[in-house]
């Protein structure tokens, strides 16, 4: 969520949006610039392209596709915000194309679609996320305790709530592009895993279920001290999740209990607090 | 010619709920597994499930068990269903939810810390095990966070196009990487089939692109055969506006949590639509409808909560009689019925997917819904306990398996499907592959005619443009063999299909091979003409009305019917057959679950 | 080479098929494509915070007119030397006259501030411009963050927090102070009371709302159904933590405004209204 007051990069509320299904109906003609090109160079080509009610970005893009560009190359599956594929930056906007609605944009208003910047490009709008893939791969993974003797496990829904927060990550890497933790230095993207993976990390600290302490990775090997909380992340999700409040800020006192508080770290050695 | 080579025990193609599963099951059974599929890891069509995984565990309701829930399926199926599937299915379902909470998946909780179920169309108790209305993404981030951490390879972004095999059965596959359009072989004794439905044969649709029909395809060619194909589920809430978004899904679970159909009179129709067949456990006032709710043991079902089919054609039947809403679809209403904070805590992506992208507010007014079309009963045809199919090597799990659902799916069903025999799937084919290991080899002359049928639309110059063709599709299929269908029309769509085989063969695509969609969906189409012809074909041939199948020329289910499967072939010269199979009937002991108290 | 990691690892790439060099970024020259006004955001907060900090520095430099019978400013509360105006407490030693009693104690509200969760992002967007807003490329060639020393020092935050704590209840005590009359004798009221009050509350709106305090009463717990009256305690701290920037910046004008209207009954440019 965007805090009042801030210009919102992922929210709707861009002072623009009248909402589709409003107004005059009919269609018009738009201007799209949309980068072409892959990794040995490109540049913003400029379409005309007629644009109907109710349409978001994607349709767009797709009709570009259909009539004048068939072998542009774009990435989508659900077209309604469930998969996150369909990612790229909307005006510099990093936005998922199928809930990008046309009506927030002027009629006049030349649109311009280009690929997320933090990756690198394979074609026109698909990027090599695989980045993301390696940093997934890495996160030391679950670790249940066992199960109970009748082979339930069991858990309140007050100790799930936080965790399923984060499993409601579609995985669009809107954050992972948008942090500029990585997007305006390619060279930390060795020691930094990303937003996303900061919360999955977050998540599995949090997981009721789990026994595994993964605070020092948190902050060794996943790079949590790069993060500077500027927040851009949850700016951008598309989710809703509150990245940096619920989980990145959360997971840096965590790792403070553990690294940095020597009261803290004096209460668990006496054995008073949680064992780590 | 030079490719890529792979050599593995087992290939899954597909990397849904139960390509993932097959994949975790084979590798846990030491076969060295991979991955293909067409999207990125964890986008794959499962993610838009949204209801639940139906399984008898009896969280809720101590009294449910594996009987109730193979009564409810078969009846659900209209009695077509593939006993043996439909029992395994039931019975293996609990398990395999419970080992999901092993991965890290996190289901809504009762107050007694269990996994919560919740109330869906077609089943007696409330026993779907869900995450508020996203369990299919729930249940592919575990299996996706579980197959990296066993370790299986992924081969993303990859279209497989060619089963290869001989005379022993298969030996492996070929394919392309869609981004830099070269071509990759696997050698492999067992494939896995697990690449979903055939959405996209339709204009309205809540299917992904993916759901082209591939696997049912390659299977058809590789010379398995295709039961039930007939047999297409319209859900009957789909989105209706705006346009772009028509067919998206709207969930069952609005139905289950409250949500009522009206139609533009403000009626609520479904009491005029109620089957004999059902009319023992319908709800015949709206108050005893509504009382449901709270006390499910006196009252009986809502009507909006029948089978998809009923509901769909219901809805159907209304809008034709001019009871529609303003873009042709009906009222789904929760707003005037639940709390606004109940619908958005219960309902949290139908909250966001209206907003976002109908900029409807379903808390405080209703949406607009109609049939699309939504899964295929229809698949290749398995044996039940090993998901294996006709050609030896092959297997098939999920959406692309047939016989599991009979003439149509319960909601809820589908998800459990996935991971009972996914895992069945995985675990026959590392054990075929155990087999046969050391044994096959691919055949360069197959290779190279692979890659040369790939290549073949570049080389062809002046034709037609691929998306065009696919739109011709899609419409013949809405028009001729919809919701309702009759002979007529379908004879007209068969001949249509001819036609557009031939513009398909004639089709060129622009560009180059790196990441380009029009050459992409090139080599997808004709998978998808090939499953229209079978579905056309076989609902021809079904003179009658059962679940997902309805013909308007023979409204009435035909007992005679009732034991026949239909089974799609490929002969010698390539055409498709289909041929009458008698319907595998149940042992004695199963058939009394039917005499049971409900 | 194949585009799969090798088995055993878990590492999934999207295929490149080629084995060439990694592939790079698309060639986007602008530093940013956002159409809208990002930069008003960090100006604001640029020009805010300057205003603050040279008032604040002013006033606590300037060593007179914080204290009108019975109000004392909160830049000077507590007033802990023997030279202070007034008859405040605690005293504990006499510094030399030059040095101004409120440079002892600011060292503590600076410091929360400095190292607080939601701060911490508006300096490091608008002075340090890292990002200056979302999608927007930094200056810096390089960026660790808070990796290393000084700013790994930021997770101290919380022993910060415990000193305005203390803080909150000494401003409380002065503002119940502030019901005595110039005389010492209770049951008097005046505006002066109020905004020492308001003053006092939304400070301590704005600690209790602190991530780390969040973290301390509940967060840092896996079990919340386990503990029942910190998970109750945690949903409300988390509720006002929603509201962190709204209490941060209230507190900061409440705080300036507090010594503002002490400064002007000292100088006696105004008269207290005396409500009773
Ligand atoms: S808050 Fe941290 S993780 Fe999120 S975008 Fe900013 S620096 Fe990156
Ligand atoms: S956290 Fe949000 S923005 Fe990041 S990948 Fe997940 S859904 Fe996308
Ligand atoms: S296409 Fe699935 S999120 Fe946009
Ligand atoms: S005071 Fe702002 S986070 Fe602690």
Known sequence: MTEPGEPSLGGTDDGRGSGAGSGGGGGYDATFRVWRGDASGGDLQTFTVPVNEGEVVLDVIHRLQATQAGDLAVRWNCKAGKCGSCSAEVNGRPRLMCLTRMSTFAEDETVTVTPLRTFPVIRDLVTDVSYNYEKAAQIPAFTPRPRDPDG??????VDVDRPQEFRKCIECFLCQDTCHVIRDHEDNKR?????????????????PLDVRDRRDAAQDEFGLGYCNITKCCSEVCPEGIHLTDNGIIPLKERVADRRYDPLTWLGSKIGRRRPS | MDFERHAYDVVVVGAGGAGLRAAIAAHEAGARTAVVCKSLLGKAHTVMAEGGIAAAMGNAWPEDGWRVHFRDTMRGGKMLNHWRMAQLHAQEAPDRVRELEDWGALFDRTPDGLISQRDFGGHRFARLAH??????LELIRTLQQR???????????????????????????????????????????????????????????SNSWEYTGDGHSLALQAGAG?????????????????PSVRGILVTESVRGDGGVLRNSAGNRFMFDYIPDYFRKETAETEDEADRWYDDKKNNRRPPELLPRDEVARAINSEVKAGRGSPHGGVFLDIASRRPAEYVRRRLPSMYHQFKELADVDITAEAMEVGPTCHYVMGGVEVDPDTAAAGVPGLFAAGEVAGGMHGSNRLGGNSLSDLLVFGRRAGAAAAEHAAKRSGLVALAEEALTDAARAALAPFEREGGENPYTVQQDLQQTMHDLVGIIRTAPEMEQALTRIA?????????????????????????DLPHLLVVSECIARAALEREESRGGHTRDDFPAADPEWGRTNLVCSRAADGAVTVARRPLPQMPPELAEVFEEAP | MTATAPRGTGAVTPGRGDGGPAPRRATIAARTLRTDRWWVQPLVTVVVLVLFIAYSSFRAFQNAYYHAEPYISPFYSPCITTRCEGDSFPEFFTGPAWISPALYILV?????????????????????????????????RRYTGETRLPLVGQNVHRYFLYAALVFNVILFYEAVRGFRDETGEWGHMGLGTLVLLVNAVLLFLYSISCHSCRHIVGGRLNDFSEHPLRYRAW????????????????????????????????TDTIQDVRFF
């Open chain 1, 191 to 207: 020691a930094f895993a990303g937003p996303r993976f900061l919360i999955r990390l977050a998540e599995l600290e949090m997981h």
């Open chain 3, 108 to 140: 503590l509200p600076l410091g929360i501030r400095l190292t607080c969760y939601y701060y911490r992002k508006a300096y490091y967007r608008s002075f340090w411009l890292s990002p200056p807003a979302c999608a927007v490329a930094e200056p810096h």
């Open chain 1, 152 to 157: 339930n496990h069991r858990m309140q829904q």
């Open chain 2, 147 to 205: 197959t990296v951490a066993l370790g299986v390879d992924v081969f993303m972004e990859c279209t497989v196009t060619r089963l290869l095999t001989d005379d022993e059965g298969v030996t492996g596959a070929f394919g392309y990487w869609r981004e830099s359009g070269r071509f990759v072989a696997w050698e492999a004794p067992s494939v896995v089939l697990a690449t979903g439905g055939i959405g996209k044969a339709y204009k309205v649709t």
């Open chain 3, 235 to 266: 949903t409300w701290v988390s509720r006002l933590n929603a509201r962190h920037m709204q209490y941060a910046w209230t507190s900061l004008f409440a705080v300036a405004f507090a010594d503002f209207y002490v400064l002007l009954l000292a």
């Open chain 2, 131 to 136: 995450v508020g209305d996203r369990t299919g």
């Open chain 2, 499 to 523: 036609a557009l085989r031939e513009r398909v063969a004639a089709l060129s695509v622009e560009g180059h091979r790196q990441y380009n969609p029009g050459w992409h969906l090139a080599l």
């Open chain 2, 226 to 242: 295709l039961v039930n194909m007939e047999f297409v589920q319209f859900h009957p809430t789909g989105m209706v506006w705006p």
